[in-house]
């Protein structure tokens, strides 16, 4: 088959949980005898007055068209975010180009659904892998601008307020007059209708897709709940490889202490300061916490993080690791923690740490409730509450065999191989109808 796969970035300048997936999905597909090209969005601060440029190079093996387009040069900004008819014009001229049987969109974010209609009008079949909630929430990830989670129904009048919240302008007079301010929003009509257009156009777009996949039930429930007709959608979970990963490599080595690690975004939504404030809850407690993560792209919110910390000789900013590096750290890491703040949805660090016989402590929330079973292969705590993790975190000191327990606990994760199989089968599937 030719398939053509859509996603927001691509490596080497971009390496978020999309773009690895991309990378996964389109090696292991060429290793299958596919003929695969990516197509993804390389930079928004840079192209002509009007359209998007592009490029193309080899990366691993795989070819990759890279476009580029001058956001600030859209004439409307609102619409162009969810239907960016640039990017359209630019995925009808790959598709004439290479005639794929199949185009594959991960996530939907940047692209834009224009990618989508592109591809109805070539009349080529069209996936969607689906990564966030972007579909349904112009932010993305159902989290508020004030901290707190969205729930269905989706309320435009609501999500008007909150993407007008992020400017100072707005935030600070909800919270010093909020009754004030609830009939000011409640009267921003055209806001309001801006977003019912963008909720409405883009169930409409999906509800044209082919097939939908969903890696964590979670997610799927709430798409189907926003209006997504569920004979489209299936479940698949992502699947991970690793094939030097051999027995003797999972045994912990020993220590004293117990080890705790953070590894990802280091960022507000993901909660890190939630597990700071816990261990800073249990100053006699021997422990150790390594937290692994870029530290450049929010200084303000890592200078918080040190602050909180006060110099705690038990806490470790680690900085970033790479992949290849994971196995080495986690043979030295007794527990992961995830203490997001957002649902999150199918979290690639907890499918990698059970993998390594290694256990982890979630928010009890969205898709990581959906992997970590309390008691059983992880534990569980109320989302941002400090003392609930601290609890969780003194169990593991208290209970000396807990830990042995929640290892014999974690299930086989499913192979890179099972999921592009089931890959294939939808592609089959979609291309005989």
């Not at 005898?33 to 390389?42: F, G, L, R, W, Y």
């Not at 008819?85 to 794929?100: A, C, D, H, V």
Request: glycine share 6%.
């Amino acid at each position: 088959m030719k398939i053509l796969i859509g996603v927001h970035h691509f490596p080497p300048r971009y390496s978020g949980g999309a773009e690895q997936r991309a990378l996964r999905t389109a090696a292991a597909l060429q290793q299958r005898n596919h003929q695969v090209k990516v197509i993804c969005v390389e930079h928004i601060d840079r192209g002509p007055t009007s359209g998007a440029l592009w490029q193309e190079d080899n990366y691993q093996g795989i070819i990759v068209r890279r476009l580029s387009f001058d956001l600030s040069a859209v004439p409307n900004r609102t619409i162009f975010e969810y239907n960016n008819p640039w990017i359209g014009e630019q995925l009808e001229l790959i598709l004439r180009q290479e005639n794929p049987d199949i185009f594959h969109l991960i996530g939907g974010y940047l692209l834009s659904a224009s990618t989508l209609i592109a591809a109805r009008n070539q009349n080529t079949p069209s996936v969607v892998t689906l990564t966030d909630f972007w579909f349904i929430c112009p932010r993305i990830t159902l989290q508020r601008s004030d901290g707190s989670l969205s729930t269905l129904p989706v309320n435009p009048e609501t999500c008007a307020r909150c993407l007008g919240e992020t400017s100072r302008r707005y935030r600070l007079p909800g919270k010093i007059f909020p009754s004030l301010m609830n009939a000011y929003w409640h009267k921003q009509t055209e806001k309001i209708r801006q977003i019912q257009t963008r909720l409405d156009f883009l169930k409409t777009v999906l509800n044209n897709t082919d097939r939908i996949i969903y890696p964590s039930k979670f997610l799927g429930d709430v798409f189907i709940q926003a209006g997504i007709e569920s004979q489209r959608m299936t479940f698949s979970r992502q699947g991970h490889d690793f094939p030097e990963l051999a027995p003797e490599l999972l045994s912990k080595t020993p220590s004293l202490s117990l080890r705790l690690a953070y590894m990802g975004q280091i960022a507000q939504l993901k909660g890190i300061h939630v597990l700071i404030e816990a261990v800073k809850q249990l100053p006699n407690a021997q422990l150790k916490l390594s937290i692994y993560g870029d530290e450049t792209p929010f200084p303000a919110y890592t200078q918080k993080l040190r602050q909180i910390a006060q110099d705690d000789p038990r806490i470790e900013f680690a900085g970033r690791y790479q992949r290849q590096e994971l196995t080495r750290i986690l043979q030295n890491v007794d527990v992961v923690i995830i203490p997001s703040l957002w649902y999150e949805n199918s979290p690639n660090i907890i499918l990698e740490c059970f993998a390594h016989r290694t256990p982890v402590i979630a928010s009890d929330l969205g898709g990581m409730a959906e992997l970590v079973k309390h008691n059983e292969n992880g534990l569980l705590f109320s989302p941002g509450n400090p003392q609930s993790l601290a609890n969780q975190l003194q169990r593991l000191l208290d209970e000396p065999n807990l830990l042995s327990q929640l290892q014999t606990g974690i299930p086989p994760v499913k192979t890179l191989v099972q999921e592009i199989n089931e890959l294939e089968t939808i592609y089959t599937q979609i291309a005989r109808q």
